[in-house]
């Protein structure tokens, strides 16, 4: 079974004994390392109970990742929070102030400082990262031609200030590591022609050393060990790719699906 936390376990041992560093974005935009290493990023989009869980495996490892936060309710957990940054991972905010605001570059800044102020009252936040808002037409990213991350003390967004000519990118999104045709928003420049369907093939890749050296890794946290948790979420996500998929291709079912996301999440 992939995407499950003891898969995600064995992922993160095969990387620490084939002699990579795990490091967070935070530590990536500091150090700018060398050798090879993989940035653990999570994007907390939901389920923050199960960010938990993995913030727990990688603690036991003696990792630390970064996670992004959002302010809807089903991301937005303060003791969940807490715990995490208690374990030693970077907490950063995953911003989407410029999607909800419509456009609004001033109302989405008086936002963003507002959510970036509260997600410091947990950790000293340094990083940040947009969310895609997929049924929107308003790209988060959008926010930075009016401003700079400096004017919010901040260091790095994975989108704005990585170098992905030289850092490979694979992400979970519609639960497979190859899943890309069902990104609106989650697409780096690829200068490497190479991907993965499964954990166990990265797993192989990574003992063979047949794996790039340097990476950015995204893993959401619809990772789970619960049978039942596993079962629907592998269920949700083959009819929400679709869904997502045909929308990018039809405006109406664009607009049905939209309203659909928007009375899903709760702020």
Known sequence: MD????TYE???KSFLTNGYSLITY???CKQKPEGNFVILRHDVDEIANNALKMAKVEHRLGISATYYF?????SNQPNIIKAISALGHEIGYHYEDLAFTKGDLQQARKTFEKNLTYFR????????????????KYDNREFWRAFSLSDFGLIGEPYLTTNFKDIFYFTDTGYAWDGGKYAVRDIVEDSFGISFHSSDE???AVE??????QCLMLAHTLWSDNIMQWT???????????LKYLAMRNKFLHNIYGRMVKAYWKR
Request: glycine residues 4%; contains cysteine.
């Open 202 to 204: 990265i797993i192989r």
């Open 26 to 28: 935070q530590q990536y």
């Open 232 to 242: 629907l979420l592998h269920i949700r996500e083959f009819i929400r790719n679709n």
């Open 3 to 6: 995407f499950t936390i003891k």
């Open 70 to 74: 959002r302010i809807v309710k089903q």
């Open 121 to 136: 009252e947990f950790y000293p936040v340094c990083t940040v990262c947009m969310h895609g808002s997929s049924t929107s």
């Open 10 to 12: 064995r992922l993160l």
């Open 208 to 213: 063979k050393g047949d794996f790039p050296p």
